[in-house]
């Protein structure tokens, strides 16, 4: 469980992270002079603002009466004038600088992140003196901690220095260094060419973003002088340096963050809190908090198939991905492991949710602004902490929805003259919900996509969906869902045949062609479709276990039976669009259609077999390549489809070592420190392939547990505890020649518990110290009712 290598990081992706959900810090772990690059998850550019466009409510009926005729060139160039600016960008913080003086020769160098214990490490030899730096980012107590250390005493002489790339001021204060620094008023995307594309405000008057970043040292031994260049130690022996970090934001009531809180307040209150604990203390706080959340998993793949002459742990983390990939499943249990490092240290409660980045981002204009996109990857980001047993760090996400929804209800009364509420493709910190493109720049097949809310709000029903607790699903999740639901009623139309379509619609971010052209905006596109079917059914569900809204549910029934039902085109697609069109690119990283399959719960074999066996066509005509994300999507699509060695062919294509000098983008991998390589950098292709390898493991989604529904022929025998599913319960498995030997049910809610186990009918059922309990076999489910925290094993008798 460690990224581990033989040199220091010479790029960004070989940097390895660290992070508390709120501070992020990227080490490169150099000998002569060392690097953290500072993060803090509300750095953003800009301030609230109108970003509405008034004429789109003008606009919308001519685009619909153009798409009707099959104008679809002219549909595309009128839906660009429905559009808002761009949303606001993620900032880079700082760098903590470390300058040591005892050059660069050196022997023995190792450098690694122990995902155990969310501690990372480097040590080095100089003659005979050993250098150690530990460093974490701590929850508990709100700071980064870095330790440094020689085996000689005295031998410890070095400068420790903070700088920005955004505007900044450093003082030294109290023997503390302090960085005072102010964002940019406005950021364009990276894709956005324009002469001026960071602007900067009167420090007096700007309503932008106010940050501090505040250093301390702790020595033994030696001395310490703080100066506005940095803090000098010279002669000690061990050194503990603190970070504490904070904006001027001040939550999401609109109030431009000028006017927030001060940022110096809580850095110093922080600092000084921590600086009154040993080493020792905030080292064991923080494992403690950290391992709370992260030993809740296990995952044991069996043996290696690696080479038997060169174990694979002695190899460093970049070497196993270009020697063995997923071949190694030591390495697939840590890339799967690695996920949830990452969404422990990116998504805590309290915090903002991980955006396109989680929290780590080095550049002032990063890709796509780093923001939260909606069409797929904000939503992908969270697909494993349920099942992942994280439901905790779910939570950032779900308080996003509610002001998304708070904003969203102008939009769609401005732009559509909608009830309930709307969010579009992007979105930021202050919460926009028009959709973006300045105005007409961006294309629609992206830019405009009313679609968000409706796919965030089925984060609302799996979170109830998981841990079933009803007053979550009657006082937040319901409300919300209901008014994404009010506004796609509102937003559908009826076609010539009665049928509830969109108009105009997208599937995210593909084309399709008509004699040769290509174009964007169309009606009823099959995602459009799937999603309401997904928000009616969930709000129907909710209502009924509520016992409440009796008519609405009765209407959102009647709206479903009348939803523009799935199609298959001419090759046994699933049809993406509601005309069976040719692709653009048949092979395109999008598969925005199969959404039924999974995240959702439409198509299914048992339910619907044609449509199932046409979603899986479509995957096949997709193909096995990708960016890094879309090769995530893919995993868990083919584990819905039982094709566990497919979904590991993906694992493998996504275990391909990215060079970030001699990036493709259009094909994916992993970067040396196993981020998601999309590329660049997106932190969602992390997150689904450890979804992906649970939903390989085991199943809820039918209204039964399923075991090993996917399990590729190279895992043959292995182990897994603590998986969620669906319904309240935590599932362990072992499991040899590919058959299940032993299960744990745990049930946190008590009630029926049904399980296809497979040999079904040589299956005991031990309740503890009850012994063995009756259970009913029915149509090849295992079927017993449970009490509230009863723990079950399920034997296979041989």
């Given amino acids: 469980m460690k990224l581990s290598y033989e040199r220091p990081a010479n790029a960004w992706t070989e940097a390895l992270p660290l992070g508390n959900s709120r501070l992020g810090a990227m080490f490169f772990g150099g000998v002569e002079q060392e690097q953290l690059q500072l993060n803090e998850e509300s750095l953003w550019s800009g301030a609230p603002r109108d970003w509405h466009n008034p004429q789109a409510i003008q606009i919308l009926p001519e685009v619909r009466e153009q798409l009707e005729a099959g104008n679809y060139a002219e549909a595309d160039l009128l839906a660009r004038k429905m559009m808002g600016p761009y949303t606001q960008s993620y900032l880079p913080m700082g760098h903590l600088f470390l300058a040591m003086e005892h050059g660069s020769i050196h022997r023995d160098y190792n450098r690694c992140l122990d995902l155990q214990d969310g501690v990372a490490k480097v040590t080095y030899r100089i003659g005979k003196v050993i250098y150690t730096r530990e460093m974490f980012v701590s929850h508990p107590d709100q700071v980064i901690v870095v330790r440094l250390s020689a085996s000689e005493p005295g031998m410890l002489n070095l400068r420790a220095s903070l700088q920005s790339d955004l505007r900044f001021d450093t003082t030294a204060s109290e023997s503390q260094l302090v960085l005072q620094g102010y964002a940019p008023e406005q950021v364009d995307p990276s894709y956005y060419e324009t002469s001026q594309p960071i602007v900067y405000g009167d420090p007096a008057t700007t309503k932008a973003m106010r940050f501090e970043v505040r250093l301390a040292a702790q020595q033994e031994g030696g001395s310490c002088k703080a100066d506005a260049n940095g803090l000098h130690i010279y002669g000690a022996t061990s050194v503990t340096l603190f970070v504490s970090a904070a904006t001027s934001f001040n939550g999401h009531d609109r109030v431009p963050g000028h006017d927030g809180k ?9 600092l000084n809190k921590a600086l009154q604990l040993s080493w020792a203390d905030l080292r064991e706080r923080h494992v403690e908090d950290y391992k709370s959340l992260f030993d809740r998993v296990s995952l044991d793949l069996g043996a290696s198939l690696t080479a038997e002459s060169l ?14 990939g997923a071949t190694d499943v030591g390495l697939v249990q840590l890339l799967f492991q690695y996920g949830r490092y990452l969404m422990i240290t990116s998504s805590r409660p309290g915090s903002l949710p991980a955006n396109l980045q989680g ?26 902490v349920e099942t992942c047993n994280l439901a905790e760090c779910h939570e950032p996400l779900l308080d996003f929805i509610g002001h998304l929804a708070a904003n969203g209800q102008e939009t769609a009364r401005i732009h559509y003259g909608a009830d309930g509420w709307v969010a579009h493709h992007n979105t930021d910190i202050w919460c926009q919900t028009s959709p973006v493109g300045d105005y007409g720049h ?13 796919w965030l709000a089925q984060h609302l029903w799996e979170h109830y969906a998981f841990g079933g607790d009803l007053a979550f699903l ?11 639901a009010l506004f796609c009623l509102d937003w559908l139309i009826e076609d010539e045949d009665g049928k509830l379509i969109t108009s105009p619609s997208t599937s995210p971010e593909h084309k399709y062609v008509v004699d040769g052209v290509t174009y964007g905006v ?20 909710a209502a009924a276990l509520l016992e409440d809204d009796t008519d609405w549910r009765d209407r959102l029934v009647e709206a479903r039976s009348r939803l523009l039902p799935m199609q298959i085109g001419q090759y046994g697609q699933l ?38 066996e046409a979603a899986r066509q479509s995957l096949e005509r997709r193909g096995d390549g990708g960016t890094g994300w879309s090769l995530g999507w893919k995993i868990s699509l083919w584990a819905r489809f039982g094709d566990g060695n497919r979904a590991l062919g993906l694992i493998a294509n996504l275990l391909t070592l990215v060079d970030s000098d001699k990036e493709n983008y259009h094909i994916g991998g992993v970067y040396a420190n196993l981020f998601d390589a999309h590329p660049p950098f997106q932190i969602d292709g992390n997150f689904a392939v450890t979804a992906g390898i649970a939903e390989m493991l085991m199943q809820s989604y039918q209204g039964y ?64 110290e009850q012994g063995e309990i009756p259970f009913v076999l029915e149509d090849g489910l295992v079927q017993f009712q449970t009490e509230r925290d009863g723990a079950y094993r399920l034997l296979l008798v041989e």
């Fill in 442 to 454: 961006g294309d629609p097949v992206w830019a405009f996509w009313p679609m968000g809310g409706v």
């Fill in 575 to 612: 049809q993406e669009w509601s005309q069976d069109f040719e692709d653009e690119d048949v092979h395109h990283r999008h598969v925005s259609h199969l959404f039924g399959v999974y995240p959702g719960r439409q198509i299914t074999a048992a339910d619907e077999p044609r449509f199932f």
């Fill in 359 to 384: 929290i780590w981002n080095k550049e002032t204009r990063p890709p796509w602004s780093s923001n939260w996109t909606l069409n797929i990857n904000a939503q992908m980001n969270y697909w494993p």
């Fill in 705 to 768: 547990i399923q075991f090993l529904p996917a399990l590729p022929d190279a895992w043959g025998t292995g182990s897994v505890k603590g998986l969620r599913a669906r319904g309240g319960f935590e599932i362990s498995l072992s499991w040899k020649d590919h058959r299940v030997t032993d299960a744990t049910v745990l049930s946190k809610l008590g009630g029926l518990c049904r399980v296809r186990a497979g040999a079904s009918a040589h299956w005991r059922v031990v309740a503890g």
């Fill in 311 to 324: 174990p694979s742990e002695l190899l460093s983390t970049d070497q196993r991905i270009v020697a063995y």
């Fill in 522 to 541: 169309s009606k009823a596109s099959t995602m459009d479709m799937a999603l309401m079917w997904d928000l009616f059914t969930n709000c129907i569900e």
């Fill in 474 to 484: 009657r006082d937040k999740a319901y409300p919300t869902m209901k008014g994404a």
């Fill in 262 to 270: 001060d940022p110096s307040v809580y850095t110093k209150q922080t």
